[in-house]
């Protein structure tokens, strides 16, 4: 299978973001913040990073608003790291896919109880 050079760039900056980010970034508001996917266009110009968050619902909009004032530092890091003309701009958005296949595994744990 052949993998498109966009993928490639998603797999680069997803370990480049989250090693930054084990480094600590100098904003209070990004908390205990996980990558868990990035998606790159096809035209390398935008990488859509999804992310979770340890905490509450006020903790996922500050990480999201400290990893969005962040993404000019991060793009100019990741500038240094990557080969390319030019570094996709950075989109950070929350990944409710846990929360949502949490929601799935309470409903059909519920529906398994109403069939006991």
């Known amino acids: 299978m052949q993998h498109k050079r966009s993928d490639k760039v998603a797999e680069t900056i997803h ?35 999804f992310f979770t968050v340890i905490g509450d619902d006020q903790a996922k909009k500050d990480s999201e608003a400290g990893l969005n004032s962040a993404k000019g530092f991060l793009r100019r890091e990741l500038g240094k790291s990557l080969t390319m003309r030019y570094t996709p701009d950075l989109l950070f958005k929350y990944d409710h896919s846990g929360e949502y296949g949490n929601r799935i595994d309470s409903l059909l744990k519920e529906i398994e109880t109403e069939h006991e």
């Open 15 to 49: 370990e480049l973001i989250s090693s930054i980010l084990s480094r600590g970034l100098n904003d209070p508001r990004i908390g205990f913040v996980t990558i868990t996917a990035v998606e790159v266009t096809d035209d390398l110009h935008l990488a859509r990073v």
